[in-house]
């Protein structure tokens, strides 16, 4: 049996993703993704991939996610999946994916706080006297 692995990120999160011929299952970090992700937005951001490409309940997928919050987590699910079905076959997938924009990784990252300051850009109030 075949198995590929890829790495997902956005923000913090960063998802391990190991794909595998099957019959749907997802598990994440040893729970299912029902249970993992309570939101059904999420569900839907999680199988994006296999939507586009038409292999829905085709693989069984298992996942390691460390750091970040659900939705970042869901969303480096949703491109480590994509990747792992390019490494599957590339010729077949690739183009749908591309076209969704899902194997594009999003680099938006928190701005550190400045010292001196309340936040990254904010600034305390200025008093001319």
Known sequence: MEQKHA???RKSAVARV???AGK???VINGRELTDYFKDASL???VNQPFEVTGT???FDVKITIVGGGTKGQAEA???GISR????MDSEAYRPALKAAGFLTRD???VERKKPGQPGARRRFQFSKR
């Open 7 to 9: 790495l997902g990120r």
């Open 18 to 20: 190991y794909i595998s």
């Open 24 to 26: 749907g299952s997802i």
């Open 43 to 45: 569900h839907y951001i």
């Open 56 to 58: 829905a309940g085709q």
């Open 77 to 79: 699910v949703r491109l």
């Open 84 to 87: 792992a079905l390019c490494e």
């Open 107 to 109: 680099a938006r990252e």
